[in-house]
């Protein structure tokens, strides 16, 4: 099977390499590499650079604004964003809340919302999980009730990702009670600069803020902040859920991870007059895991196909939620033994000794952070049962 990608794409390969190398501010991807955390100002610019240049929403119809590449030029676009060390794009508008706007969404829902989101002037956070809510996240109890043609929002949600950077927020709402908790549950839009909003940071382990609990007290929002109909907002998370549990296979920054392993390897002695690399026990956990990141890219190249054929991530994308994380922490504790003695969480000996990418307060962040990932998203135990039940028909 011959997995190598056409001259056309090795030439477009070059060209976005070459962006990213001469156009891309250079101050963004220094601050990233060395683990440090973006203000709102920088997000935005990282993210309207690449918006910009219409590079942004890259998985987009290009009905919609998208760059109309096919399923090839995105990948390789998302291997050289991540080689190049530029910072993650927030998935909650371009990859998440975008595509359920364009599918399910008004054409004044598109107008109002979709330009913003494409060029990256506008942020958004995903209101799911609640303090009792979390991967079942059918029980939430968000409320949102609607009296002449406006919605009152009470409620609390917790482990809002990107909050702090956000303009706008999507979630889910109770807005009726049904036998089936799935049901009564909608798709709603509201300011996060809205009276009755409050935003609290969770500081995680690392000392860093990426997460927030989001307090609703009589929020008022109107009714065309809607999504779509009443009561089916639990059949738009599903196919939101799709695109969010794809989006964590991120191929290229695995194997930088696994590059960056090699060089602390290479420069960390084993104790015996050798360095880590040539530890047999090192080694084939080191090549196991990047067997490992070669199987995610199969499972990936495999929905990527059926996206191309204008279908939706699905249950496959159970699969990858899976092999995605176990892949992640696989590597990422591989990191932290690279790094030895210096793993703490800010110790920079290698990053005044080397680039400041390879700082083992970066790897052990990235480390911790990698905890969660079988976590959020939906567990891996709830992924399973996904499999069992819909794609092997247990």
């Given at each position: 099977?011959?997995l190598?990608?056409?001259?056309?794409?090795?030439?477009?390969?070059?060209?976005?390499?070459?962006?990213?190398?001469?156009?891309?501010?250079?101050?963004?991807?220094?601050k990233?590499?060395?683990?440090?955390?973006?203000?709102?100002a920088?997000v935005?610019?990282?993210?309207?650079?690449?918006?910009?240049?219409?590079?942004?929403?890259?998985?987009?119809?290009?009905?919609?604004?998208?760059?109309g590449?096919?399923?090839?030029?995105q990948?390789?676009?998302?291997?050289?964003?991540?080689?190049?060390?530029?910072?993650?794009?927030?998935?909650?508008?371009?990859?998440?809340?975008?595509?359920?706007?364009?599918?399910?969404g008004?054409?004044a829902?598109?107008?109002?919302?979709?330009?913003g989101?494409?060029?990256?002037?506008?942020?958004?956070?995903?209101?799911?999980?609640?303090?009792?809510?979390?991967s079942?996240?059918?029980?939430?109890q968000?409320?949102?009730?609607?009296?002449?043609?406006?919605?009152?929002?009470?409620?609390?949600?917790?482990?809002?990702?990107a909050?702090q950077?956000?303009?706008?927020?999507?979630?889910?709402?109770?807005?009726?009670?049904?036998?089936?908790?799935?049901?009564?549950?909608?798709?709603?839009?509201?300011?996060?600069?809205?009276?009755?909003?409050?935003?609290?940071?969770?500081?995680?382990?690392?000392?860093?803020?990426?997460?927030?609990?989001?307090?609703?007290?009589?929020?008022?929002?109107?009714?065309?902040?809607?999504?779509?109909e009443?009561g089916?907002?639990?059949?738009?998370s599903?196919?939101?859920?799709?695109?969010e549990?794809?989006?964590?296979?991120?191929?290229?920054?695995?194997?930088?991870m696994?590059?960056?392993?090699?060089?602390?390897?290479?420069?960390?002695?084993?104790?015996?007059?050798?360095?880590?690399?040539?530890?047999?026990?090192?080694?084939?956990?080191?090549?196991?895991?990047?067997?490992?990141?070669?199987?995610?890219?199969?499972?990936v190249?495999?929905?990527?196909?059926a996206l191309?054929?204008?279908?939706?991530?699905?249950?496959?994308?159970?699969?990858?939620?899976?092999?995605?994380?176990?892949?992640?922490?696989?590597?990422?504790?591989?990191?932290?033994?690279a790094a030895?003695?210096?793993?703490?969480?800010?110790?920079?000996?290698?990053?005044?000794?080397?680039?400041?990418?390879?700082?083992?307060?970066?790897?052990?962040?990235?480390?911790?952070?990698?905890?969660?990932?079988?976590?959020?998203?939906?567990?891996?135990?709830?992924?399973?049962?996904?499999?069992?039940?819909?794609?092997?028909?247990?």
């Amino acid at each position: 099977m011959d997995l190598s990608f056409s001259p056309e794409i090795e030439t477009f390969r070059a060209r976005v390499r070459h962006w990213f190398e001469t156009e891309f501010p250079k101050d963004i991807i220094q601050k990233y590499k060395a683990g440090l955390p973006l203000t709102t100002a920088e997000v935005r610019q990282s993210e309207m650079a690449l918006g910009s240049k219409g590079w942004l929403a890259t998985a987009w119809p290009a009905e919609y604004g998208g760059p109309g590449w096919g399923i090839e030029e995105q990948y390789v676009f998302d291997e050289e964003l991540e080689r190049a060390g530029v910072p993650t794009v927030t998935p909650m508008g371009v990859v998440y809340v975008g595509p359920v706007i364009y599918t399910f969404g008004s054409e004044a829902q598109k107008a109002r919302w979709l330009p913003g989101i494409r060029d990256g002037s506008v942020g958004w956070a995903q209101g799911y999980s609640e303090p009792g809510a979390g991967s079942d996240l059918a029980s939430l109890q968000f409320s949102a009730k609607l009296e002449n043609g406006t919605y009152t929002l009470n409620g609390h949600k917790i482990w809002t990702s990107a909050a702090q950077h956000a303009d706008w927020i999507f979630l889910l709402a109770r807005t009726s009670q049904e036998e089936k908790k799935q049901q009564g549950i909608s798709f709603i839009c509201c300011p996060i600069d809205a009276p009755g909003v409050t935003v609290k940071p969770i500081i995680t382990i690392d000392g860093n803020h990426v997460l927030n609990e989001v307090f609703f007290e009589d929020v008022k929002v109107p009714e065309e902040n809607r999504i779509g109909e009443a009561g089916m907002g639990w059949t738009y998370s599903q196919y939101l859920l799709g695109f969010e549990r794809t989006s964590y296979a991120r191929i290229g920054g695995k194997r930088a991870m696994l590059r960056h392993i090699r060089e602390v390897a290479s420069a960390t002695p084993d104790g015996g007059g050798a360095s880590l690399i040539e530890d047999a026990g090192f080694a084939r956990r080191l090549t196991a895991a990047e067997m490992a990141v070669d199987g995610l890219e199969m499972t990936v190249f495999r929905i990527l196909s059926a996206l191309a054929q204008g279908g939706s991530p699905g249950d496959a994308a159970s699969t990858v939620k899976i092999l995605a994380t176990s892949t992640h922490q696989q590597i990422t504790e591989l990191m932290v033994d690279a790094a030895g003695a210096f793993a703490q969480p800010h110790f920079s000996f290698w990053a005044s000794q080397n680039d400041p990418g390879g700082s083992p307060g970066r790897d052990m962040a990235t480390y911790f952070a990698g905890r969660a990932q079988s976590i959020y998203g939906g567990t891996n135990e709830i992924q399973r049962t996904i499999i069992a039940r819909k794609v092997l028909n247990l």
